[in-house]
């Protein structure tokens, strides 16, 4: 049984170019959420994916922005890219009805330059 | 606004002693509190998880303890070992997910030594 899976695992971009970053979900689960951690903090949530829509948003700017697709993967687009977005990009995946235990994959390391 | 405190920030604990980390909250709709444990360079994975409904939850040598009156609980590993040390953190949410997501602590980096 496949767990999350996230590509790619580093990523170095410099300021003010975009970057996707993608996520495939745990089997058998159909919710994504997108989780940005600095380092040496806790993850911080970005929004979350059900049936290919934003449900949830956190507080993030309109520079982030997801995709769900029908298979369940997800997309999370960062455009303008700020030195502060340098971080460990997380994706976790769960079911709904049961959304809120969260399986996380290894993360996107993105380094802002 | 942090509305999940978790402490110590770090903790070095001898093997086979019994580490405990604490969190509080201020949120009281939140109705799921899990821990996670995270190696370097590796995603946070789901060691246990309670509800307000019990006061604690055992799973191997994890325990949670859960005191909803004064809105805190507490991790507990039993006869640690030198593979527990990691970044530990705490988290809370509602049932069916909140608005969001899940709210972590800052983590507590653990140090069992040998």
């Known amino acids: 049984d496949a767990g999350v899976t996230q590509s790619p695992t580093h990523l170095i971009k410099t300021r003010g170019q975009q970057v996707t970053l993608r996520c495939s979900p745990k089997?058998?689960?159909?919710?994504v959420s997108w989780y940005q951690q600095a380092l040496g903090q806790g993850p911080q949530f970005i929004f979350q994916y059900y049936e290919e829509e934003e449900r949830q948003r956190g507080n993030f700017p309109d520079r982030f922005s997801g995709h769900q697709f029908p298979n369940y993967s997800s997309e999370l687009n960062v455009n303008a890219l700020l030195l502060g977005d340098s971080a460990l990009y997380l994706c976790?995946?769960?079911?709904?009805?049961?959304?809120?235990?969260?399986?996380f994959g290894p993360g996107t390391r993105l380094l802002v330059l | 606004q942090q509305q999940v405190k978790q402490s110590p920030q770090s903790l070095i604990v001898q093997k086979g002693g019994i580490p405990i980390i604490n969190c509080a909250y201020e949120n009281t709709a939140f109705d799921y509190f899990p821990w996670y444990q995270q190696f370097p360079g590796k995603g946070p994975a789901l060691l246990i998880a309670i509800r307000p409904d019990v006061s604690e939850k055992k799973e191997g040598r994890f325990t949670i303890s859960f005191n909803k009156s004064a809105k805190q609980f507490s991790l507990h590993i039993m006869d640690s070992q030198p593979g527990d040390s990691a970044t530990y953190f705490c988290?809370?949410?509602?049932?069916?997910?909140?608005?969001?997501?899940?709210?972590f602590g800052k983590g507590t980096h653990l140090i069992i030594q040998p």
């Open positions: 089997s058998g689960h159909d919710t």
């Open positions: 976790a995946s769960s079911r709904q009805g049961a959304s809120e235990t969260q399986y």
């Open positions: 988290a809370a949410d509602y049932s069916g997910g909140g608005a969001d997501g899940l709210t």
